[in-house]
Each structure stands twice: as C-alpha cells, then as structure tokens.
C-alpha cells in the first residue's frame, strides 16, 4: 500500500462545477501536508499548506482530518485554467525528515 | 529573481553511458533534492542533500550518485544508464527541514530518453 494515495481521475466537469479531491496517508507519524499543482509538462508548484483548522485560500479549501487520516481540496467555481493535476504531498518526521508524493489526480475542466 | 535551473532539458542517451543532469538554484537553500516522475507513481526521491559536502540516498538511489560541493550545485549521475531510468527528472529545494512550512521549489525537469 502506497504511503500517500489518491484517486487518479481524471475528473472531468463543466466550468463553474464545485470538485473535491481526496488524499488518504498512512503514516500517523504525518505532520505537515500541502497541495501542489502541477500542469502539463511543467514543474510541481505549490498551491496551499493545510492546516488543521482547514483554510481557504480564494476559491480553494483544503481541509485535514488526522483522526481518519485524510486530507482535501476542494475548488469551487471551476475555471478552465484550474486544469491540472493536483498532488497531495505529506511531511513526516520519523528519525528523519521525508516528504512523500501522491502520484496525482488529474482535472479537466471544460466550457 | 531566484531560481532553480536544470540542463539539459531534453537527453537521449544509449544503455551503459555515463550521464549527468545539473541542477543550480540561487535561492540560497541548504535543502536540495532529486526525483523522478514516471506515470503512475508521481514524484518518487532519489537522493538529497541537507548542505555543502551532505549527501543522502532516498527511495530509488540505487544507480544514481550526488555530490554538494557548494550551496548552489546538486548534479545527478547515472553512473551506467538502463532503459529502466528513462523517465522526467525534477531538481528541488527548500528553505529549512525543520518548520512545518517547507515549500520545494521545483527547477523545470529534465526528460531523459535511455535507448
């Protein structure tokens, strides 16, 4: 079972749809997480840091749940450049510091 | 501006060559890492460096070396290239291991064929 697992999609929605993304870990020792956008044949950015008291960030909520050990992004109002993958990236600190990857959930969104 | 470079963007290359992928980055960062990104199994690390003359293997080191021998500089080597290695590399770093907020900032990728 992969550390950081997400759904790979893609999901694909009309403009101005409201989707959610799904990331689940497996490692309690987990302390930090964030999403990342990457798009097309382009480098991983940074998109927000997630917190525990979850946060939003325009049209982007990200929110933890530690107890059942997922976390999520949610967009609302979808626009056509929100097109991407979204990675779910955890931190953890167990004897070393290690940041792990979700391979991605691919979005389209379409006019 | 800081930035992270990476060159060559694009390499092909024949099984059993040396090859060697740069990486500078000018944001001053102790923290420098390599991965590679195959389709379904996102960013996995090769190796990192916590700073000058600090080396460290990830999940996927094996045929691959690093060497740190200034702040700037993270080169990555295929000491012998196999088929198996074909795949986009990413050159990253970061601020500090120790805050929560730890940003990677990621260089543009490097995609390397191995024929």
């Known amino acids: 079972r992969k550390e950081v697992e997400q759904d790979p999609g893609p999901f694909n929605v009309p403009e101005g749809a409201t989707v959610a993304f799904n990331c689940t870990y497996s490692?309690?020792?987990?302390?930090?997480f964030f999403w990342y956008r990457q798009d097309c044949r382009k480098e991983p950015k940074l998109l927000m840091s997630?917190?525990?008291s979850g946060n939003e960030d325009g049209r982007f909520t990200a929110q933890l749940n530690r107890a059942s050990q997922y976390i999520s992004l949610l967009i609302r109002d979808s626009k056509l450049s929100d097109s991407a993958t979204y990675l779910c990236?955890?931190?953890?600190?167990?004897?070393?510091?290690?940041?792990?990857f979700g391979a991605g959930t691919r979005l389209f969104v379409k006019a | 501006d800081a930035e992270i470079t990476q060159s060559p963007r694009h390499k092909i290359t024949e099984t059993g060559r040396q090859v060697t992928l740069a990486c500078h980055q000018t944001?001053?960062?102790?923290?420098m890492f390599w991965y590679r990104q195959d389709l379904g199994h996102g960013l996995r690390l090769i190796h990192y460096?916590?700073?000058?003359?600090?080396?460290n293997k990830g999940e996927v080191s094996d045929g691959y070396s690093v060497s740190r021998s200034n702040t700037e500089d993270l080169p990555l080597t295929l000491e012998s290239a196999a088929s198996s290695q074909t795949s986009v590399y990413f050159c990253?770093?970061?601020?500090?291991?120790?805050?929560?907020?730890?940003?990677?900032?990621f260089g543009p990728g490097t995609r390397l064929t191995v024929l």
């Open positions: 460096s916590y700073g000058v003359h600090d080396t």
């Open positions: 990236v955890v931190n953890k600190r167990t004897g070393g510091f290690k940041t792990i």
């Open positions: 490692n309690s020792a987990s302390q930090s």
């Open positions: 990253a770093s970061s601020e500090t291991v120790a805050a929560s907020y730890n940003e990677q900032f």
């Open positions: 997630v917190y525990s």
């Open positions: 944001w001053n960062h102790n923290n």
